[in-house]
Nanobody
């Protein structure tokens, strides 16, 4: 089994930055896709950014492109989401998901109902 733990959320003013971390433990494998999703108050869950270990691809939603950066440290089994120039509309619970197969980042972020592991989330609140 795999456990995912997110951290790094908090309260920040608009224009500020946060770095989220998703740490994996358990039966992980070299081929993976990891994604960050978020769910704001009264909104449906949406994909934010994904990364694939097999082809090195990354994917960003249009709403965060140019402001967020996803990266990974395979030795530490950590995927980061650097969030800069935060806006109030970025307020949400941020979840990471991982699937241990060869999968392009865009597929992980755009396909529904993929089997994978999920963390319990970390709250990000951006004040105006």
């Amino acid at each position: 089994d795999v456990q995912l733990v997110e951290s790094g959320g908090g309260l920040v003013q608009a224009g500020g930055s946060l770095r989220l971390s998703c740490v994996a433990s358990g039966s992980t494998y070299a081929d993976y896709g990891v994604g960050w999703f978020r769910q704001g108050p009264g909104k449906e869950r949406e994909a934010v950014s994904c990364i694939s270990s097999s082809d090195g691809s990354t994917y960003y939603s249009d709403s965060v492109k140019g402001r967020f950066t996803i990266s990974s440290d395979n030795a530490k089994k950590v995927v980061y989401l650097q969030m800069d120039d935060l806006k109030p509309e970025d307020t949400a619970v941020y979840y990471c998901t991982a699937i241990y197969v060869v999968i392009p980042a865009e597929t992980l972020c755009t396909e529904d109902n993929l089997p994978g592991y999920w963390g319990s989330g970390t709250q990000v609140t951006v004040s105006s």
